[in-house]
């Protein structure tokens, strides 16, 4: 397993920008998949984007296509979430989480999360 502390979450106007940080301690960060999730008030969690440990692939739910870029830096042992042109709908608490999958959008595969932070998108 891999301890993950999320940071960079708060209060942003529609069309701004946030860049959350996932800082990780523990097992190896460069042999995990890193994976962001989200989970709006009275809805399921679901996926917003990854970046792979093999080959840096990144991948991204439809909804944020185009607006959001996850990164990592394995020197730093930390992944990104920059978040551009936000919308309200993007209000939710955002979660990173880890897994030794090469890929996946699935939240059951990803054993190990962080606490999350809340992102707030105003109209």
């Known amino acids: 397993q891999v301890q993950l502390v999320e940071s960079g979450g708060g209060l942003v106007q529609a069309g701004g920008s946030l860049r959350l940080s996932c800082a990780a301690s523990?097992?190896?960060?460069?042999?995990?998949?890193m994976g962001w999730f989200r989970q709006a008030p009275g809805k399921e969690p679901e996926f917003v984007g990854a970046?792979?440990?093999?080959?840096?692939?990144?991948y991204y739910a439809n909804p944020v296509k185009g607006r959001f870029t996850v990164s990592r830096d394995n020197a730093k042992n930390t992944a990104y979430l920059q978040m551009n042109s936000l919308k309200p709908e993007d209000t939710a608490v955002y979660y990173c989480?880890?897994?030794?999958?090469?890929?996946?959008?699935?939240?059951?595969?990803?054993?190990?999360w962080g606490q999350g932070t809340q992102v707030t998108v105003s109209s």
């Open positions: 989480a880890a897994t030794q999958l090469r890929a996946s959008v699935t939240n059951s595969d990803f054993g190990s």
């Open positions: 523990g097992r190896s960060f460069s042999s995990f998949t």
């Open positions: 970046i792979s440990w093999k080959n840096f692939a990144t």
